[in-house]
Every structure is written in structure tokens, then in C-alpha cells.
């Protein structure tokens, strides 16, 4: 193994020769319940240990990856929601912290970006009910719980360009469609 390319340990869990890929019979459902074989997982470790060898693919996929196993799962949405939030400081100081469903915490800003997306049916795509989306880590993300979302709007001010959104870690997040993050210029 070529350790001069490994940035870090999921970089290393995907040298380690991988055995045959599986399917496992294991959904996240879209309000971040996790089921075995049709069963809910009831225990909150066990849930977490999970959450921590999850893997995203480029392609979208999901996997659990261990050095002994690496198996396909089965996710509604995406496999985390943003339970809670804290704001400290107001305007372009302000910084909002979010905490999800397996106890992830972390800072919204560039590197957990926020992004409001169209909302994703059976039938279709409604691109005018958008849903708050952030990046938790490796290609994972989070979908925030409404009072969570709520709480983030009533936090909202005006942007340069007069559409509402947040300030946090310098950068500013709009709530709307059709806007991208901008940072403070600074």
C-alpha cells in the first residue's frame, strides 16, 4: 500500500483489499430511522456505529464499509437529519452549529455547506417545495428537521441581492431557490 496518497483514514479503509460487495437489508428511512430486514434498529449505539462506516459513493450509492465487509444499503433520502441547532453571535459573525440524529455536530460554513433543494416524490421532482439540505462528512448529508428549518428562517435576514438567508463562519446561506452561497468578502 502507497501511504504517500492516503489523506486520511477513509482514503485507507478503501486500500485495504475489499472482500466480495453484498447487499445488506438495511434502510434508512427518509426521517433517519434505520430497519434491519423490515425490523427497527432501537438502539441508538448501534444506529451510530453504523452511521460511522457509512460511505457515499460518486455514483450515489450507499455502502458500510469495514475492513471485513462492504455492503450495499438501502436509503430514502439521506441517512442523517439535523435535530438541533445553537446560533451564537448576530449578522455576518453569527455561526450556527447543527446536531443530528447520530450525534454528528458541526459548524454550518464551507466546509458544511447548506443548500435548499427540490423537493424528490415517486412521481417526480416539485421544484417549488424546496427542502434544506447540508453536508455533514464524505459525501454525506443531512436533511434539517422542519422545527429545525423553522428555527433557521426565523434567524433569516436579507441578503445583497434581497433574498432571505443566514449568516454562519463568514459565509452567507440563502433560504431560497436560485442562489448560491456567497462568503463576506473579507
Request: glycine fraction near 8%.
Amino acid at each position: 500500500m502507497n501511504s504517500s496518497n492516503l489523506h486520511g483514514p477513509d482514503d485507507a479503509l478503501r486500500q485495504i483489499r475489499q472482500p466480495d460487495a453484498q447487499r445488506f437489508d438495511i434502510r434508512i428511512a427518509r426521517d433517519g430511522s434505520w430497519f434491519h430486514e423490515g425490523g427497527l434498529i432501537s438502539r441508538p449505539a448501534l444506529v451510530k456505529l453504523f452511521a460511522s462506516v457509512l460511505c457515499r459513493e460518486p455514483d450515489g450509492s450507499y455502502w458500510l464499509v469495514t475492513p471485513a465487509e462492504r455492503g450495499a444499503i438501502t436509503v430514502d433520502d439521506v441517512p442523517f437529519i439535523v435535530v438541533a441547532m445553537q446560533c451564537e453571535g448576530e449578522g455576518k459573525q453569527q455561526r450556527i452549529r447543527f446536531n443530528t440524529n447520530v450525534e454528528d455536530t458541526f459548524l454550518l460554513g464551507p466546509n458544511h455547506p447548506l443548500q435548499m433543494r427540490p423537493h424528490r416524490m415517486e412521481k417526480g421532482v416539485d421544484e417549488n417545495d424546496l427542502r434544506p439540505y447540508v453536508l455533514v462528512r464524505n459525501n454525506l448529508q443531512a436533511r434539517l428537521a422542519h422545527p429545525v428549518f423553522y428555527e433557521l428562517v426565523a434567524s433569516s435576514i436579507p441578503g445583497a441581492d434581497g433574498r432571505f438567508g443566514v449568516w454562519s463562519d463568514g459565509m452567507f446561506f440563502p433560504l431560497e431557490a436560485g442562489t448560491a452561497a456567497e462568503d463576506d468578502g473579507a
